[in-house]
């Protein structure tokens, strides 16, 4: 069989792992179909809900639960700075700033900027944020930004919606 399939792919002019290539809805709709056929009947709205439910459910989702109030404040500062700038790298002191501002409503006590580079450095460490050193430092999401609100939105509740889905 795997001859054949190497006569086969070798007869296009391109190479064949482009035929094979799938994106990730693609990958998602057909995850999807092989959760909900194993019920022999078509599938209730409650069935794709159950299969969204669990899709959504990645690592990086529970990665992103686990984090700590300040680090979760940390990524909306700068999710809240992204959108306001309208570039994805943005100073560490607009950032900072926010976070600041963040603080103030979401937690008990701002912290200082020393420990407030040690949350910094905790995100940079697990590669949730990238940090440009060059001049000033500038600093950028390493995630997609999409699940990230979504998630911050599911943790923090009604409040830490609206802060994110404001301007």
């Known amino acids: 069989m795997l001859v054949a399939f190497s006569t086969f792919a070798g007869t296009f002019p391109h190479s064949s792992h482009h035929v094979f ?10 995850r999807t179909v092989e959760l909900v056929q194993p019920y ?29 109030l300040h680090e979760r404040i ?12 309208g ?12 976070h600041s501002l963040y603080a103030g409503v979401f937690a008990d006590s701002v912290p200082v900027q020393r420990e ?5 450095d905790a995100l ?13 430092r500038r600093i950028m ?9 979504r998630v911050l939105g599911e943790v923090g509740g009604q409040q830490w919606r609206n802060i994110l889905a404001a301007e």
Not at 74 to 84: G, I, N, T
Not at 141 to 149: A, F, I, K, P, R
Request: glycine share 4%; net charge positive; charged share 30%.
């Open 141 to 149: 999401l390493n995630l997609e930004q999409g699940e990230v609100e």
């Open 124 to 136: 940079l460490a697990a590669r949730v944020v990238l940090s440009e050193a060059r001049g000033a």
């Open 21 to 30: 290539q799938t994106t990730a809805e693609d990958r998602t709709k057909r």
């Open 116 to 120: 407030l580079e040690g949350v910094l």
């Open 87 to 98: 570039v994805s790298e943005i100073p560490w002191a607009d950032v900072s700033h926010q």
């Open 74 to 85: 940390l990524l909306a500062a700068l999710l809240k700075c992204m959108r306001r700038a």
């Open 40 to 68: 022999r009947r078509a599938a209730r709205t409650d069935d794709v809900k159950d299969v969204i439910r669990n899709l959504q459910n990645s690592p990086t989702s529970a990665f992103l639960r686990s984090l700590s």
